[in-house]
């Protein structure tokens, strides 16, 4: 999946001209927490801000000549919108931000925050579809994996997505979820196999 299509495009924008209390007050009224800074003609990237760090610029700013500019990240990671959805999170998680601007030839195109790529994550998971799921330990062994989706098949499972435990581990767990469904029928022909459950739902 593209970051174009899970994007906010052309979203709220300031100026590094505008003041820090115009800028707060711009979130504000649209609930917002990011606020990519654009140039006035051309809406090239020249920054990005947070409500954080409008809030620890207020004060400063009402005494002297701190201003948008000075509280801005300048050089803020961005992403282009055909890049996949996973560089985005990958990015998210690992730089602890919440949102990014989407860039295309140094324009700014769209911003995407982690609560865009949450939503896309549980739309692609199923969760809030009515579902039922299944954890199997496995392990390493791509016959034991293929013997436990038989299984499951075979007791009327029907697979929606396959997760699993990213770490390296001779006890992998993979999560089978599955259209709502008796999960208990298929909990029992895989114990009989002699692969272990960890949980089930539904």
């Known amino acids: ?39 006035k003609k051309t809406r090239c ?6 409500m954080a760090d ?13 201003s948008l500019s000075d509280v801005m990240n300048k050089n803020p990671i961005t992403i282009d919108p055909d890049e996949d959805i996973e560089i985005a999170a990958q ?10 601007p989407v860039v295309k030839k140094a324009k700014l195109v769209g911003i995407i925050t982690e609560s865009d790529i ?5 739309d692609m998971m199923g969760i809030l579809s009515g579902s039922s799921r299944i954890d199997v330990e496995i392990g390493d062994d ?17 697979v929606i997505n396959i997760g ?27 114990e009989k196999s002699g692969f272990k459950i960890v949980d089930i739902m539904g």
Request: contains cysteine; charged residues 20%; aromatic residues 6%.
């Open 54 to 66: 409008l809030r620890l610029g207020l004060i400063p700013s009402m005494v002297s000549d701190v």
């Open 45 to 50: 990237l020249q920054g990005f801000v947070t």
């Open 142 to 158: 791509r016959d034991a994996f293929n013997q436990a989706l038989r299984i499951i098949q075979e007791c009327q499972g029907d």
């Open 91 to 100: 990015l998210i998680y690992k730089h602890k931000i919440g949102g990014i």
């Open 164 to 190: 699993m435990t990213a770490q390296e581990s001779s006890k992998r767990v993979y999560y089978f979820r599955l259209s709502s469904c008796n999960t208990q029928t298929i909990k029992g022909s895989l």
């Open 1 to 39: 999946m593209k970051i174009k299509s899970l994007m906010i495009p052309d979203p709220i924008v300031i100026t590094k001209e505008a003041s820090i209390a115009q800028a707060i007050e711009i979130m504000k009224i649209n609930s917002i927490r990011h606020l990519p800074v654009v140039s």
């Open 118 to 122: 949450l939503r896309a994550f549980i």
